[in-house]
């Protein structure tokens, strides 16, 4: 259990920590925000939606509890970074521009997983606890 909790925050917390870090320029229309957003050729007054929605994403996945939020969190966090990369790539952007964005996808696969392995491991210890 130890090495599951340990790896599952490890991969959660560096997920959060890029979905949080990418989503506070959206929040406040950062120069940089966008100018990415133009250059995919996405309207700028998306860009605090998105970063609430994800902002909202990282709070609920972090917080204890709310499994059903969870997973909806999780689900949203990951069409956001999908949409990313698909919307780089559509805009003719080169690999090196959408590539890099598979490191938080698989940090938030690695995340989800690790989340599950815990649930399942406290469902088995309670359990567990009742039979003895």
């Known amino acids: 259990m130890k090495k599951t909790n340990l790896l ?22 950062a120069d940089l925000a966008v100018k990415g957003f133009a250059d995919i050729l996405l309207p700028a007054y998306l860009l605090p939606f998105v970063g609430v929605a ?15 939020l969870k997973e909806w969190a999780y689900a949203g966090l990951m069409i956001d970074l999908a949409g990313a990369i698909y919307c780089i790539a559509a805009a003719g952007k080169p690999a090196e521009n959408w590539a890099p ?3 938080p996808v698989l940090l938030g696969i690695l995340s989800y997983v690790f989340y599950h392995k815990r649930l399942k491991l406290k469902q088995q210890s309670s359990h567990h606890g009742r039979d003895l």
């Open 8 to 29: 599952y925050w490890i991969f959660t917390g560096l997920f959060a920590a890029f979905m949080m870090l990418s989503a506070i320029p959206d929040i406040v229309m």
């Open 54 to 68: 994800k902002a909202l994403g990282v709070i609920v996945i972090v917080i204890p509890g709310f499994p059903r």
């Open 101 to 103: 964005v598979f490191l």
